[in-house]
């Protein structure tokens, strides 16, 4: 049976103490303020770090990036810094494989000692970005450690509601086949994070779904449903 990982996102040291109470095997430091993948501030990274208890693994977001390599390597280098386990880039701006492969290269060298993952988009059309499809041959590339999906817009719309499964099951047996752990994220609910389970997926990410009232903006996260989804999975 698959053990697959459940990915929580805090946004403060709060919420990554709940977090991790209700069992998270990931906690995800972001700022949902500036996007699906906005990144946080260092000195919250740095206070998260401080309390992940041994069998708990650190992610933290840079941002939903445009093409600016230099821009993008410098956050990575910092975070990679604040001894996090996991740096999440999301290629945003991103419009063809020769920047993708651009960008994954240099921030592949200014993560070291860091697993880099390199993220698209599920939602990838309707804001002018690479398709996610194309990212695991790329981070094979570069050398990074995997690929995620996520969605850009927040807006009731899930990672299903972009993309079938059949595409995601691609994506997920394509990262595998370079020797990455597929990650999948993008509002989801409970039903779906089994789902992915079953398609094989690595990793689960999600923030609203284990928030009070589902709102990932308003609502904060509640150990019980943390809790509850991982006695599902």
Not at 5 to 25: D, F, R, Y
Not at 150 to 168: C, V, W, Y
Request: aromatic residues 6%.
């Amino acid at each position: 049976m698959l053990v697959m990982k459940l990915l929580v996102s805090p946004t403060s040291i709060e919420e990554a103490k709940v977090a991790i109470e209700g069992g998270a095997g990931i906690i995800d430091v972001k700022n949902p303020k500036e996007g699906s993948l906005g990144a946080n501030f260092p000195w919250t990274v740095e206070a998260v770090k401080a309390i992940i208890p041994q069998g708990v693994e650190l992610s933290a977001t840079i941002g939903d990036l445009q093409y600016k390599p230099g821009t993008a390597s410098l956050a990575a280098f910092g975070l990679a810094k604040l001894g996090v386990d996991y740096v999440k880039a999301g290629l945003f701006g991103i419009r063809n494989k020769e920047e993708a492969l651009d960008m994954a290269q240099n921030l592949k060298r200014a993560t070291d000692g860091a697993k880099l993952v390199l993220a698209g988009y599920a939602d990838y059309e309707s804001i002018g970005a690479i398709s996610p499809l194309v990212l695991p041959k790329i981070a094979s590339q570069a050398g990074a450690f995997g690929v995620m999906i996520d969605t850009a817009g927040k807006n009731g719309n899930t990672l299903f509601s972009h993309m079938g499964e059949k595409e995601l099951k691609t994506f997920i047996d394509a990262a595998h086949s370079h020797g990455l752990i597929a990650a999948l994220a993008g509002s989801l609910s409970f039903d779906d994070v089994l789902k992915l389970k079953d398609m094989g997926a690595d990793i689960a990410g999600v923030r609203g779904a284990v928030c009070t009232n589902g709102d990932r903006m308003k609502g904060s996260i509640s150990k019980e449903k943390v809790q509850k989804l991982m006695s599902l999975l």
